[in-house]
């Protein structure tokens, strides 16, 4: 298993920054992705408008996974209309 990290950005409505967060929660223990920490850093704004949004909720999970369930994931994440942007990074170690 590697270390990842994932940004996440939701919207800033409490409803759609509610329900983006347990879908993300729930896909990532569906695939046995281990969370090893949340930092939730707030909200910012973006650099380009996003769906006519200029502000977004950052959130960073640090993660460890399969690296073949990332793109599984991946694919689950862009069904999530509750998700503004999202990257994964490997940490290297």
Same mark, same amino acid.
């Not at 930092?39 to 408008?49: H, K, M, N, P, S």
């Given at each position: 298993?590697?270390?990842?990290?994932?940004? !996440?950005?939701?919207? +800033?409505?409490? &409803?759609?920054?509610?329900?983006?967060?347990? *879908?993300? =929660?729930? &896909? +990532?223990?569906?695939?046995?992705?281990?969370? !090893?920490?949340? &930092?939730? *850093?707030?909200?910012?704004? =973006?650099?380009?408008?996003i769906n006519r949004r200029?502000?977004?909720?950052?959130?960073?999970? *640090? =993660?460890?996974?399969?690296?073949?369930?990332?793109?599984?994931? &991946?694919?689950?994440?862009? =069904?999530?209309?509750?998700?503004?942007?999202?990257?994964?990074?490997?940490?290297?170690?």
């Open positions: 298993m590697r270390q990842y990290e994932l940004t !996440v950005i939701f919207p +800033l409505e409490e &409803d759609q920054y509610q329900a983006g967060r347990e *879908t993300v =929660l729930a &896909d +990532l223990a569906a695939h046995g992705v281990e969370i !090893v920490k949340t &930092d939730e *850093t707030g909200d910012r704004d =973006l650099a380009y408008e200029k502000r977004g909720r950052y959130v960073l999970f *640090t =993660l460890k996974a399969d690296p073949a369930k990332i793109s599984v994931i &991946d694919k689950a994440f862009k =069904l999530n209309a509750n998700l503004l942007r999202y990257l994964f990074v490997k940490i290297e170690e």
